[in-house]
């Protein structure tokens, strides 16, 4: 069905993950014109997804940002606004939509390893410890953690 949006942003993303991303913004685009579509949000971060994989991170933030003014405590597009500023060096930005995803209740071990790598970049060592122990506390066999512990030793060098 033409104006299926949920089969498109679906089969968005799987072109995306597929590395075909014309034809998967394509079906993002469609699916976000649809005016029956009554979960823009799920539209919105698919293209932003698909925007991070090819390194455009200002279209990938559009996108993200559109998807949190209709859902401000959405913990994903949340986390996706922290990789993306994070990855523009803006850390100020990054420190603030991570505070708002932790804010949710929502926590990962990538998420701790963002915090710790953005708050060594802004040289805030109370918060880079606050976030490695929590990371190590609650994932400690995660591959996150070793990398943090990796990242720690070499920012002590």
Not at 27 to 37: E, I, M, S, T
């Amino acid at each position: 069905d033409n104006d299926n949006f949920s089969a498109r942003n679906d089969f968005g993303g799987y072109l995306c993950q597929s590395g075909r991303m014309e034809e998967g913004l394509a079906q993002f685009d469609r699916a976000l014109r649809n005016p029956y579509n009554d979960r823009l949000y799920i539209s919105q971060l698919g293209a932003g997804a698909c925007y991070v994989r090819i390194l455009n991170w200002k279209e990938a933030e559009g996108y993200f940002f559109l998807a949190l003014v209709g859902r401000p405590k959405l913990a994903m597009a949340l986390y996706q606004m922290a990789e993306v500023t994070f990855a523009q060096a803006d850390h100020l930005r990054t420190r603030a939509y991570l505070q708002r995803f932790f804010d949710t209740g929502a926590e990962s071990a990538a998420s701790l390893l963002l915090a710790v790598r953005n708050e060594l970049k802004l040289k805030a060592s109370d918060l880079v410890q606050l976030h490695a122990d929590r990371l190590r506390t609650e994932f400690p066999t995660s591959s996150e953690a070793s990398d943090m512990a990796r990242l720690m030793a070499k920012a002590n060098d």
